[in-house]
C-alpha cells in the first residue's frame, strides 16, 4: 500500500506563495483603459465635429452659389447653339454668380443657429463662375486634461464648388 503524501500549505516553498495583491496591477490596467478612453472618445469627438463642420460649410457654399448674376446670364454675349451644346456637354459652361449675394449668403446660412461657436469665415473667394471658402472652428473636448493645457481643438475646411448649365 501507498501512502498519499497530504500537502499542508504552509509547508510550501518559498517561490510558490501568494504573498502581495493585485490591486496595483488592477489599478495599472484601470488607469490604461481610462486613458485610452479619453483619447478615444476625444478623436471621435474631433472626427465628428470636423465632418459636421465640412457638411454645414458645403451646404452653406451650395446654396451661396445659387446666387445667380441675372445680368451676366441673360444678357452675356451671345454663344451659338452648337458651340453651347458642345460646352454644356463637357461640363465647361458655367453659370455666372453674384459675387456680393453669393458671400452675403454664405456668411447668413453659415451663420444659422450657431450664435454661441466660435465659428471664423477664414477666406471667401468669388471668380464669377467658381466658390471658395475656408473656415475654422475652435471647439472644446469632450474630456479635457487641463494639467497638460488639452482643452480644445482647431477644425479647418476648406471648400470650392461652381455651378454648371445641364442639358435638359
Known amino acids: 500500500m501507498s501512502k ?3 500537502v499542508n500549505p504552509s509547508n510550501r ?3 510558490f506563495t501568494e504573498d502581495g495583491s493585485i490591486s ?3 489599478i495599472f490596467y ?3 483603459v481610462l486613458f485610452l478612453t479619453f483619447i478615444i472618445t476625444n478623436i471621435g469627438s474631433a472626427y465628428i465635429s470636423h465632418r459636421e463642420l465640412t457638411s454645414r460649410t458645403e451646404a452653406a457654399l451650395s446654396v451661396a452659389a445659387q446666387e445667380l448674376d441675372e445680368f ?4 452675356s454675349s451671345p454663344i451659338t447653339e452648337f458651340f453651347a451644346d458642345n460646352s454644356i456637354h463637357r461640363g465647361e459652361l458655367k453659370v455666372p454668380i453674384d459675387c456680393t449675394d453669393a458671400n452675403a449668403r454664405f456668411r447668413e446660412i453659415l451663420s444659422i443657429g450657431q450664435e454661441d461657436a466660435n465659428l471664423v469665415i477664414r477666406d471667401f473667394e468669388c471668380n464669377g463662375r467658381e466658390l ?3 473656415v475654422e472652428e475652435q471647439r472644446d473636448l469632450i474630456f479635457q486634461l487641463r494639467f497638460l493645457n488639452i482643452t480644445s481643438f482647431l477644425n479647418r475646411v476648406s471648400v470650392a464648388t461652381d455651378s454648371t448649365y445641364l442639358m435638359n
Request: proline fraction near 5%.
Open 24 to 26: 496595483p496591477l488592477i
Open 13 to 15: 516553498s518559498d517561490h
Open 132 to 134: 471658395f471658402a475656408s
Open 4 to 6: 498519499s503524501k497530504e
Open 30 to 32: 484601470f488607469s490604461i
Open 72 to 75: 451676366k446670364y441673360y444678357y
